[in-house]
């Protein structure tokens, strides 16, 4: 380990990586194979906790993404969408139970290639990514009862771009829905994160899936552009920033295609004078520093009752100087590495425009390792809503404290920004949450707890949090075109 917070001294218990099997170069997944592309270039994935390259993919350019349409188009015109819903359920039940059988191995790539602890990427991000999957494979022979009318179609070829902060379970979310509904799909995983990708192609494989059916480019953002601009798709899903989705929204008015965004948020987690602290304590440390707060609910404007805000803060900073800040593969591990240069860069560029407008930064003591990229947990206390750690979008481990004094000034200022994803409420009182939950303009409002998620609880928000629903049956929506004959 790489800090010794307070309290008793962990042995180190590394994850091993022999499980794991990373080839030195990857084509990109066409048509049920992989296809080496003769003159594409080819860019590194480092593991971001060390630097250490882990391999090499390709940069899929405008014939690599016309290939993957033109295969995700024949299969689904000649086999997927023909096939009985049953029958496409017997494909994605087989996905979900290759996801669980090689869970440790996909576990511990997933910490890899993103830097995530690997308690976090062992019980969240692979069992919610089979939940997925058993979740709409349920679905794929029963969608006449998805309140889509009686005989729902899907849409055809779906474009799904995808982040890099939970890699394998934003495919989930894009892939097991689209599959369940009868569309085919080429998806592009971000720059820094592919290799989840990449072994998901394997398992579509190993299931039989029918060629074309899922199809995997790998590239940059400009290869996310191409694929948002082709003529041959039906469908964009994309998951990521604002500007990046206003861009693609930009791109996609005046054609047919149909379009779901899901991007940034700057949730507020609010304290009432009547919450269990330390149950709230709990919940604030998952709701900012899971992920490393790479998360686009996460709860990153604390908005404490002024009365217990002292109180509330002593609590805080010792619960954060017990976290464990280091190796993503150490299985003591609570805050692993930052998912890239470029990020670290701006996290530290936002946490310096707090120190610049006047908050006051504390950050938990911890040694971090010399290579690789880290940010420790950080709190901003003396912040006003003009500032700009109030307004954008750390994705970082970084909570920024407000205070108020009366319900309607928490939901005032909960409701001061344009994005719209999440809200946490911690109260005792039942009345309160409810009167509370009507008010908060967010897709997603947890109560006495934060970041749950569910295959059958539709995740979505307003504003520039974007639109469409993923999850649920609102998120089959996403996906089907209405038939009432
Ligand atoms: P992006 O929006 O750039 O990345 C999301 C995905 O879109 C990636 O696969 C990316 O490829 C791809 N992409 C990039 N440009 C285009 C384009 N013009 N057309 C189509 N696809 C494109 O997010 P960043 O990684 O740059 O992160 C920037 C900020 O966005 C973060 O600091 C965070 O605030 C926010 N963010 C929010 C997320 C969320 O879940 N809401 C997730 C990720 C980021 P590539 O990775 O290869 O560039």
């Known amino acids: 380990m790489t800090n010794e917070p307070t309290g008793f001294p962990y042995a180190p218990a590394p994850e091993s990586t022999a499980i794991v099997d990373i080839s030195s170069s990857y084509g990109i997944f066409v048509d049920g194979a992989f296809v080496e592309p003769v003159d594409a270039p080819r860019f590194k994935t480092v593991n971001p906790a060390t630097e250490e390259v882990l391999s090499e993919v390709c940069q899929a350019g405008a014939p690599e993404v016309a290939a993957a349409v033109a295969a995700a188009r024949r299969a689904h015109d000649e086999v997927w969408s023909s096939m009985s819903g049953a029958e496409r359920g017997k494909y994605i039940y087989r996905l979900a139970r290759l996801l669980q059988e090689r869970a440790r191995e996909l576990a511990v790539l997933e910490s890899m290639d993103n830097g995530k602890p690997i308690r976090e990427s062992r019980d969240v991000d692979l069992p919610l990514a089979a939940a997925h999957f058993f979740y709409h494979a349920g679905w794929a022979d029963k969608l006449e009862h998805a309140g889509m009318g009686r005989d729902p179609r899907g849409l055809g070829v779906a474009a799904q771009i995808i982040p890099w902060n939970f890699p394998l379970l934003m495919l989930a979310w894009k892939v097991a829905p689209a599959l369940a509904t009868g569309n085919t799909v080429v998806l592009k995983p971000a720059e820094t994160t592919p290799l989840t990708a990449l072994a998901f192609a394997e398992l579509c494989q190993q299931a039989d899936l029918p060629p074309g059916v899922v199809n995997i480019v790998t590239g940059d953002g400009r290869t996310g552009q191409l694929l948002a601009e082709s003529e041959g ?171 108020f004094r009366t319900p309607d000034e928490a939901v005032e200022k909960a409701n001061n920004t344009p994005y719209g994803l999440s809200a946490g409420i911690w109260t005792e009182k039942g009345s309160r949450i409810l009167w509370m939950a009507s008010r908060l303009r967010a897709g997603v409002v947890w109560a006495n707890t934060f970041n749950q998620f569910d295959p059958t609880s539709p995740f979505g928000g307003y504003g520039e949090s974007g639109f469409g629903r993923e999850g649920g049956r609102a998120g089959l929506a996403a996906y089907l075109q209405e038939r009432v004959n």
């Not at 009365?307 to 280091?326: N, Y």
């Not at 890239?340 to 006047?358: F, M, P």
């Open 233 to 403: 798709i039906d469908k964009v899903a994309f998951t990521g920033s604002t500007e990046v989705g206003k861009q693609i929204q930009r791109s996609l008015a005046g054609t047919r295609r149909r379009l779901t965004l899901e991007l940034g948020g700057k949730a507020a987690n609010i304290i009432f004078d009547d919450a269990p602290l330390d149950e709230a304590v709990e919940g604030i440390v998952n709701g900012i520093y899971f992920n490393q707060g790479h998360v686009c609910c996460a709860g990153s404007r604390l908005l404490v009752q002024e009365s217990i805000v002292e109180d509330l803060l002593v609590r805080l900073r010792r619960r954060l100087q017990t976290l464990r800040v280091g190796d993503p593969l150490d299985k003591n591990t609570d805050v692993g590495a930052i998912n890239s240069a470029a990020q670290l860069e701006r996290i530290v560029a936002l946490a310096e425009s707090g120190d610049a407008e006047g908050a006051e930064r504390w950050s938990a003591p911890c040694t971090l390792p010399e290579r690789g990229f880290w940010f420790p947990p950080t709190i901003f206390t003396s912040v006003t809503t003009a500032h700009r750690i109030a307004r954008e979008e750390i994705f970082g481990p970084v909570l920024s404290v407000l205070t």
